[in-house]
C-alpha cells in the first residue's frame, strides 16, 4: 500500500499515518516525490480500509500496487517522467544523444571529442574518470583529474557531463564535476552505492547488471527514488548469454517496450557496450530507436584502435557523424526528432 | 579447401580433382550451387598447392575458408543470395512479410486471415498443419488436412505458402502442398531432416534453435547447401536467457547484422516469437527491420483469444494492419520498401 | 484429471468412459501402463465429479494431476520407476554405468574397449553408429556397420547396448541390434522421433536438450509414456550457460535431487559431456553419484587423442579403470553399491 | 611478466628493477606475497630477457604468465595456498564448514543457532549484520548491533565469525569484529571495495558474482591478491541460467575442479544459494564434497519459516546436525575429514 500525503500535509498529519500504520503492524517507509511525501506500508499488518485510510487529515490518494516495484511503476506514476538537463528535457519525443570516449584519456583526445560529437548532434558528452576494470592491472581512469577536464570540456561546448562514479564515498566528489552521475552495470545492486546517489539529487544514469532481470533493474532504481531522486534513467546495455563468439553481449531490445510499459522512467539504449563491435553499432542504435529508447549513449574516439579501454566497440569521429544521420532519419520513422 | 569447378567441367575432370584429393589424404565432400560443382576438401591431409589446383582441368577457382561454415559465408559468395518465390524476390531490397496463424484451425479461420493478410500487404500465408508441441496432450496440428486448406488459401488468394515439417518421413508430402518448408527451432539440429530438406530442392526457412549460437545456425544451414539448396531462409526467433518473466525469449537482434556479415543469405525476423506478447511485437518487428532483416515472419489470428496455440502473442487482424503501415515508415527510413 | 482403469476393464467400459468425457466437452487421450488403461482428460470441458467417476464401470482410481506432465510425475507414481536391461535393474540402489567410446570407429577400437570396461566394471556398452555432429562435413557414423560391431561386442562381453537413433524411419533397424534406444540431446523435442520409440516397446535414455529446462524434459518423457513405453532413464549432460570458457557445459548438478523428487524415473549422469574436459570427468562424475544418480554414462576410448569425435572427453581404458575404483568408494557413501 | 624480489632485496635494488621495467616501456605494479616483493610488469613494453632481468641484483625469480589472472594463478603458485583461521586450517583435507542465519535478527536467534552449529560440527558461524536486498523495502539488517551480536557469539562458543561487508567505508568497522570479511555476489565485481578488503589484512570469503565467469572471479580475487592479501576464499554459490522454475540458481559443480587446476586458492561451496530449496540443499552439499570443496556454507535458522531473509533455503538445526553426519561420511569417501 502506497499513501500519498497532500502537498501541504503537516508533519503532524504524516506522523500520524505512520503511527497508524505501524499500530497495524505494518513496516512503513517514507519517501518525498515532487514535493509530496509518499508513504509505504509493506510488510504483514492487519488489513487495512484503504476508504478510511482516505479520509485521515492530509491524505491525498492511496494506491495498491501488487508489484515489487512501487515508485519506479506506471502504477504509481501513470506518465512518463521527464528532467530537464542542460537545455534538452529526457523522456521526451526528442532522443537525448550521450556520446564520448569509454576513457578520459587526456585533455586533447577529450576536447576533439566533444567538439566533434557536440557538432554531430550529440546533447551530453560521456567519459570515464573513474573506470571499473576487470583486471587490478589495467588502466583505472585518470581520477578527479578526469574529472576537471571533462567540466572544462562542458565549458568548451556546453554539453553537460555523464560520468561514472564507482563508490559511495566519491559521490560527493563526482557530484561537483558531473551532471550526471552514472551507476556501472556492475554496481547495479551496490546497494550503499544506490543510496549515496539516491540522496545527491543529481540525474542517474542506471545500467543494467549484465545478468539483471528487468524487475532486478527497476528494483534498483526504487532504492534511489525512494530517496526522492526520481531523475533516473534506465540503461539498457546489454546481457549475458551463451552466445558471445562473434559479440561482447546481447543486446536485449525486448527490454524496451518493456521498461517503457512497466515504468515511467526513461531508458537509454547503450549499442556500444550491447554488441561491443564498431561495424554493427549503427544497426544496434537503430533497432534501438526503433523499439522506442528515449536517448541513446555512444562511445567515440578521435582514435580508437589506440584507446586505452573499449577501443573495439568505439566508432571514430566521421562514423559517429553519419551514425547521426541514420539517427535522425530513424527518429522521424518513429515520430520523433533529434535535440 | 572449397574447389569450384566450371559450369562445363565434365564427370571425368571433377573425377579427377576428387581423386587428387583423396590421394593427399582428405575426405572430399561435393555439391551443386547454381549449376556448378563445388569440391569441399576436410579433414588432414598433407598440403596442396592452390596454384598448382587451379592449373587442373576443369577448375574454375579455388578457396581458403577457415571458418566451419563454407558454402554459407560470405567468403564462399560475396553477393547477397536471392531468389523468387511466386512473385517475391527474397532478399532484395524490399521486405518480405509472412504472415497468418500458428496453427491452421479451420477453414473460415484460415481464409479470413489469408484475405486479411494479403489485403494488409502481407507477402506469404503461414499456418501450421503439424504441430511440434511441448506436451504431447496438446493439439498437434490437422495434419494433411491442414496442408490442403493451406494450398486452398493459396488459390484464393495467390498468397505463396510457409509451413512447417517436422520428420524425414513428411518432406514429400508437405512440399506437395507448401511453397517453403519450415524447420522449427526444436528441430534447427535435427540433421535427418535437415538433410531431406536439403534434397528437396524447395526453399527453406530454418528458425533458430533457442539456443543455438549463431555458428550452430549456419552449420544447420550448412547442411542444407551441401546438398545444392541454397534456397535458404535463416530466422531469428529468440532465444533462451535468465529472464524470462515478462516475455517468452530474447529477440537477439545482434545476430541480424552478425548474420547479414557472414553469411550471403537472408535473414528473416520472427517478433511473434521473440517476445511472446501481443502488445510489445510491434516494437521488436521495427526493431528487426531497423537492424536490417530482409523480411518478417509475424502470427495473426481474427481471434486470438481463442486459438489453440499461441494466441498471447498473435496480432488481431487490425493489429496486423496497423502493423504493415508502421513496418512501410521504418522501411522507408532503411531505404527499403514492402512488396 | 487421470483415469486408471482395472486390469480387466472391458473395451465397452473403456469406451465409456472415453465418451463421457468428451461428452462435458473434454479432449481425452489413452495410454497403458503396467497393463492397465490411463485415460487422460484435457482441455477446458465441464466439471466431473471425480467420486460420480469412480462409480462407473471399470474405473479403478482417479487422479487430479496439476503439473502438465502427467504420467512422469510422482503425483502419478509414488515408487520408484525400476526395470530390468540383461542382468540389471535399472532404478535400483546398485548404479548402472554405461561406458564406451563416443562413435564406433572399428571392430577393434570396439572390442578393446568392450572388454576393458567390462573388467572395470562397466554395465552397459554404450557406441554411436548414427552421429549427430555440427558440420556436415564431420564423420557421420558407420550406420548400419555400426550396429553390428555394437551386437558382436554384446556377445563377445555379455553388456547391453546403448545407442542413439536420430530418426524415426530408423527407429525400427536400430531396435534390432540395441538394448536401449538413446535420444540425443540435440532431439529432446524431436517429436515425431519421441513417438516412434514410445512405441518401439524397447528401453530409452532420453538426454536433456542444451537448453531443455527440467519441466521441458519430463514433458518429453511424457510422449514417450503416453505411448505405453515406461522404461525411460532421463540423463542430465549439461546445460549451455554463459560460461564455456575452460568447460563445453555446465553440469545442472540441481536437476539431480529435482528430478527425482519430480518423478519416478531413474536419472542417469553423463559427466563427459557435462563438463567435456577428460581430467575434470572424475570430479563431476563422483558429484553426480553424490547428488543422487541412479547411473553414470562415460565415454571411454582406447586412445583419446586419435578418437574422430569427442576425444577431448574420452577417459582412457586405465582412466576408467581407476574412475570405477573412486565411484565404489563414492557409492558406499550414498548408501549404494555398483552392479 | 612476474618478478619476484629476494626476501632481503632492499628498496633501492627493487626501484631499480621497476624503473628498469618502465624504461622499457611496461606498467609496472608492485605488491606483496609471504615478505617477498612481487612486480608485475604489463602492457607493451619492449621484450626483456628474462636470464638478464634474473641477473639483477635482488632478483629472485622471474615468471611468465599468460593468463590474465597473475597471482591467483597455479602458474605463480604451485601448492594450495592454507591459512589458519582461529583453530582451523582453510585448504587442508579437513572440510571447513561455516553454518548460521541469513540474518542475524535477535540474541537467541543467534545464541540458540551458534551454540547448535557448533555442537553439530561447524568450524565458523555465519550471520549477515549488513544485507544486500534486492529491495529497498525489505530489512537491511541490524548493523553494528549485529556486529556485537556476532561477536557475542564468538566468545559464547569460540567459533570464529565471517560476515559480510558492503562498503568500502565500513571495511574498518567490520573488521573489528569479524575473522572473515564475506563480499557478497552482486558485489564481486564492486573494485573499490575489493580494494578496501585486499588492504585490511583480514581472510576474505569472495562470493561468485551470479553471472561472473570462473575467470571473472579469479580476476576479483587478483584485486585483493595485488594488495598483498592472499588470505582469500572463492565461494560457488550457484548461477543464473535460464531454468530457475524449481531453483533458485543452478549450482556450477563444474567449477570446483576447474578453480582446484587454475588457482592455488582454497574453494567453498555455498549449496544454499546454489538451489535454494531447503529439502535439495544435502544433495548439493554431498556433490559439491565429492567434486573437491574445501569447505562448506551453509544457512541454518532455528525456524526458517519465521526467518527474515532466506527461509526457503536456512535448514533447521536438526537438519544441520543429519547433514554433518552425511558429511562426514562423504569427507571420508574423497579421502579428507571435517575438524
Redesign the interface.
Known sequence: MIIIMHPEATPYEIDNVVAGGEAKGW?T?RSRDSGQTII?L?GKGQPIDPFHLGQMPGVEDTMAITQ?F?LTSRAFRREDTTFTIGQVIIGSNRLAVIAGPCSVESRDQLMETAHAVKEAGATFLRGGAYK???????FQGLGEQGLKLLAEAREATGLPVVTEV?????VALVAVYADVLQIGA??M?????LNAVGKAHKPVLLKR???A????ML??A??IL?HGNNQVMLCERG?????????RN?????A???LK??THLPVIADPSH??GVR??VQ??T???????ADGLIIETHPNPDQAVSDGDQSLTLPQFSELMAQVR??A???DKTVW
Open positions: 513496516q517507509h509505504g509493506q515489487k512501487k571499473p576494470r576487470s583486471s587490478p592491472y589495467s564507482m563508490s559511495p564515498t566519491k556492475r554496481n545492486q551496490n546497494f550503499d552505492l547488471g549484465m545478468s532481470t528487468v524487475e532486478d528494483m534498483a526504487e532504492y525512494a546481457i549475458r548469454t551463451f552466445d558471445n563468439k562473434y559479440t546481447t543486446f536485449d531490445v525486448n524496451i517496450p518493456l510499459e512497466l550491447a554488441i561495424r554493427h544497426a544496434v537503430l533497432a534501438g530507436v526503433a523499439a522506442g532519419k530513424m522521424k520513422a518513429v
